[in-house]
């Protein structure tokens, strides 16, 4: 085992002690045997920063974190994704030390790249507007398209396989194809030689040599850029598909009917946040349920909805019921903050994200039920729980399908019941909606 993977072994273990050690030895032994500036080095920097970043060592971080950037922006230029890992990395460190006025125009480098980290971009913006260093509008924005680029991926390979399937062609789109996969395979093949070219002993490098690949990577950019205006120009479904472009809160308005909200969900390891969106309101705020809580709340959720478990568990007399408080909770936790935006809704969009995808949202309860449980004997008393689609509490939500997003149709609703009502209001449909694309 290496020194590096040793003191990362380590650090995950939380043995700072031990680790640190290891990674100073390592840093030294790269930056003798491959010179200062080789991107090894910047890895090396870029571990021993993290490690005092963990122990609160925020001034002994920043000046690693820095120095691992400036090697990289000199190695593989200012648009490589290595670039936007260290830009990430000192924004978190800054975001960490609530220095968000250093951080902010960190993010906004990487947003223009497409390259913002979830967990490092959204915090700051949603601190940064509370804060009044950005108009909350352009922050709003700016967050929603860093979540739209996140969920693009797998999208991104279905389309890379349709992309090659297009390049066996003979018309003009199959040629494009071609052309533009090819310039990606030289890009990948420059970048590649760079780092062999870094790797070198300082004596033996050729900086003539390594500008001429930079300058050949910085044309190859600019001839993607102008084939994506020419698919958009003459292919916009097929550039819809392999380049979607993130839709600010406007477009999203302009697509929304009367009646309908959209709701937009970023889960993150220390916080998650939820977008609220119809023709005439707006709301982007935070939720206290970070990934790990959201996990565990859904897995306990769903596991009511087990019919095999209830099954089984029946002859027992002690069934595994539905939890109507958990899904009240739920409830509360997800779309409580923003319910005033979307309390007039009778269509609801849903986008969720992370363990949320796994959510029936149409089963959240969105009044305290009486009782959290019920016994088996009272089982009569879920038909009058304020399910989220029956129409009888307050603004309704949708079911979870694979997708965009999701529709239910819902009526309005008050914020509560009157208790001396036990008038139902009608039930409402759901049905899967069509993704939002801009027009």
């Excluded at 120095?67 to 990289?72: E, F, S, T």
């Excluded at 969920?151 to 991104?156: E, G, P, V, Y």
């Excluded at 969900?265 to 705020?285: L, N």
Aim: aromatic share 6%; glycine share 6%.
């Amino acid at each position: 085992m290496s020194l590096n993977n040793l003191a990362l072994l380590y650090r995950n273990q939380g043995r700072y002690a031990n680790a640190q050690p290891l990674l100073k030895r390592a840093l030294a032994i790269h930056e003798k045997a491959l010179g200062p500036g080789h991107p090894s080095v910047a890895t090396s920097l870029n571990n021993l920063a993290d490690l005092y970043e963990r122990q609160g060592r925020y001034a002994d971080a920043e000046p690693l974190y820095k120095r691992a950037l400036v090697i990289r922006g000199q190695t593989f230029g200012p648009d490589h994704p290595d670039v936007a890992t260290s830009l990430n990395n000192l924004a978190l460190l800054y975001r960490n030390e609530s220095r968000y006025a250093d951080a902010l125009p960190l993010v906004q480098t990487t947003i223009g790249q497409g390259h913002a980290a979830p967990n490092v971009a959204l915090p700051v913006l949603f601190a940064a507007q509370g804060a009044g260093l950005m108009p909350a509008a352009k922050a709003r924005d700016d967050a929603l398209n860093v979540v739209q680029r996140a969920t693009q991926s797998a999208t991104a390979a279905a389309v890379n396989q349709l992309g090659a399937r297009l390049a066996a062609g003979s018309d003009r789109l199959a040629r494009l194809v071609r052309d533009d996969q090819a310039l990606v395979a030289e890009a990948q093949s420059l970048a590649k030689a760079i780092i062999a070219a870094a790797s070198r002993e300082p004596g033996k490098r050729d900086a003539a040599a390594e500008q001429q690949v930079r300058d050949r990577l910085a044309e190859i950019v600019k001839q993607l850029t102008v084939l994506q205006g020419v698919f958009a120009a003459e292919f916009p479904d097929y550039a819809a598909l392999w380049s979607p472009q993130p839709l600010d809160i406007k477009d999203i308005q302009a697509l929304l009917s009367d009646g309908e909200a959209l709701l937009v969900y970023a889960a993150g390891a220390k916080e998650s946040y939820v977008f609220a969106v119809t023709r005439r309101s707006v709301a982007w705020k935070q939720i206290a349920l970070a990934t790990a809580a959201l996990s565990k709340k859904v897995a306990k959720f769903r596991g009511g909805l087990d019919v095999e478990a209830l099954r089984q568990s029946a002859e027992d007399d002690k069934p595994p019921l539905f939890d109507l408080g958990l899904a009240n909770e739920l409830y509360e936790d997800l779309i409580g903050p923003v319910h005033e935006v979307i309390r007039d809704a009778r269509h609801v969009l849903v986008v969720p994200s992370g363990p949320l995808t796994s959510l029936p949202f149409h089963l959240l309860v969105t009044e305290k039920p009486p009782v959290a449980i019920p016994e088996l004997k009272d089982i009569g008393s879920y038909r009058d729980a304020a399910w989220a689609t029956s129409g009888t509490g307050r603004a309704s939500t949708g079911r979870n399908l694979p997708g965009l997003c999701h529709r239910c149709s819902t009526r309005p609703t008050n914020s509560r019941r009157s208790p001396a009502s036990s008038a139902r209001r009608p039930a409402t449909s759901i049905s899967a909606a069509t993704p939002l694309r801009r027009r």
